[in-house]
């Protein structure tokens, strides 16, 4: 096949194919009837996992939203200065919190929308410079606001830059955000049309991590220039039901 040719066939993801179901007939596993996905990743019980402190407005360098907006860019250059965890728990709930679980843990309210509030992604963090954490790879529990150490390597810097296609800026962050979607949690309502809804929904989360940014006197930049199979390694995903979509760096400006 041509250059064009691939082109144009990759073109076809970008479109809707509501249409396309409705024609062959496509029943979801939800309308199946088979149970539903649980919201998030299991815990393991033997887990290490650390309470993310409560915050408020207090934190807040820049509270007023129109400067947020006007002030928002990609950064891609940070001081050494650590995060504080009240920071850190507040870019995690701005981005992927969970505020209520509703219908008997059918759906949850969270500040960023999601398609049929299927929020079918996880949050991992390599954190390298956070006040209170050692250095490693954690992951978000956004039911409860909690994180969950995965493990620690001392070459975890490079890896994320080799990950992202040599771009140390990512490697050498604060924190990097990496969110990877567990696919089954939107394809059980949606079936072949939950795919192009889901990668919308992974461009909510950013922006909400670039205006949280904002407010805390930090920087971040969207990352999707990544090498598929390292980055899932880092994160331990089996690159098939759960892959990673999406990255972004922070740290103080
Ligand atoms: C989906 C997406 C992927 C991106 N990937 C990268 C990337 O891999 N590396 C990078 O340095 N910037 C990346 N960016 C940042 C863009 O280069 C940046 O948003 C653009 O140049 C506009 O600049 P601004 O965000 O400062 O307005 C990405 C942005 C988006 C939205």
Excluded at 91 to 100: M, N
Aim: net charge negative; hydrophobic share 35%.
């Amino acid at each position: 096949m041509s250059i064009k040719e691939i082109i144009k066939t990759n073109r076809k993801f970008m479109k809707s194919n509501f249409e396309e179901a409705e024609r062959l007939g496509i029943e979801s596993d939800q309308d199946k009837k088979l149970p539903q996905p649980p919201l998030q990743k299991p815990v393991a019980d033997n887990s290490v996992v650390i309470q993310l402190p409560d915050f408020n407005s207090s934190i807040f360098a820049e509270a007023d939203i129109y400067q947020c907006l006007k002030n928002r860019r990609s950064v891609r250059k940070y001081t050494d200065e650590p995060l504080t965890m009240k920071e850190l728990s507040f870019l995690l709930w701005a981005t992927q919190g969970v505020d209520k679980v509703v219908n008997d843990g059918y759906a949850t309210k969270r500040p960023v929308p999601s398609a049929g509030a299927r929020h079918p992604f996880e949050t991992y963090l390599a954190i390298n410079k956070v006040e209170g954490l050692e250095k490693g790879i954690y992951r978000y529990l956004p039911v409860t606001h909690e994180l969950l150490y995965m493990y620690s390597d001392a070459d975890m810097q490079q890896k994320i830059t080799d990950a992202t296609l040599g771009q140390s800026f990512v490697g050498s962050s604060a924190v990097v955000f990496i969110w990877s979607c567990v696919a089954y949690r939107g394809e059980w309502r949606y079936s072949i049309t939950s795919h192009k809804p889901m990668l919308l929904d992974a461009g909510h989360i950013c922006q909400n991590l670039y205006l949280a940014c904002e407010t805390v006197n930090c920087g971040t930049c969207a990352i999707a220039a990544y090498d598929q199979a390292l980055t899932d390694n880092i994160i331990r995903a089996d690159g098939e039901d759960e892959f990673t979509v999406y990255l972004s760096p922070v740290g103080k400006v």
